[in-house]
């Protein structure tokens, strides 16, 4: 069954840097993608970045092109999200979520979601 969980959210200033790490288990192939979604208060949950689980492929939201990075640690069966130069408007929960069609930045393709943790820049 496939689990996952996050972790290091925190309060940062704008222009810092902050890493999110996704605790995934039990993704059965590699074709699996492994992604970020953020939600702000009274919005939408949107697209961040998604990374193929056995490699190969990455995709991010124009929004965070250039600032953010996503990797993956599969000896560890880590997830992270690498977020420089943060700006007010990053300001969400942070989730992990799971697809079994591969590296696409669709909501509903996504099977499994974690819990979130909370990102919140100040200005």
């Known amino acids: 069954q496939v689990q996952l969980s996050e972790s290091g959210g925190g309060l940062v200033q704008a222009g810092d840097g902050l890493r999110v790490s996704c605790a995934a288990s039990?993704?059965?192939?590699?074709?699996?993608?492994v992604a970020w979604f953020r939600q702000a208060p009274g919005k939408e949950r949107e697209f961040v970045a998604a990374?193929?689980?056995?490699?190969?492929?990455?995709t991010y939201a124009d929004s965070v092109k250039g600032r953010f990075t996503i990797s993956r640690d599969s000896a560890k069966n880590m997830v992270y999200l690498q977020m420089n130069s943060l700006k007010p408007e990053d300001t969400a929960a942070y989730y992990c979520?799971?697809?079994?069609?591969?590296?696409?930045?669709?909501?509903?393709?996504?099977?499994?979601w974690g819990q979130g943790t909370q990102v919140t820049v100040s200005s």
């Open positions: 979520a799971a697809s079994s069609v591969g590296v696409t930045s669709s909501r509903p393709l996504y099977d499994y």
């Open positions: 039990g993704l059965p192939y590699s074709s699996y993608a």
């Open positions: 990374i193929r689980w056995g490699g190969g492929m990455i």
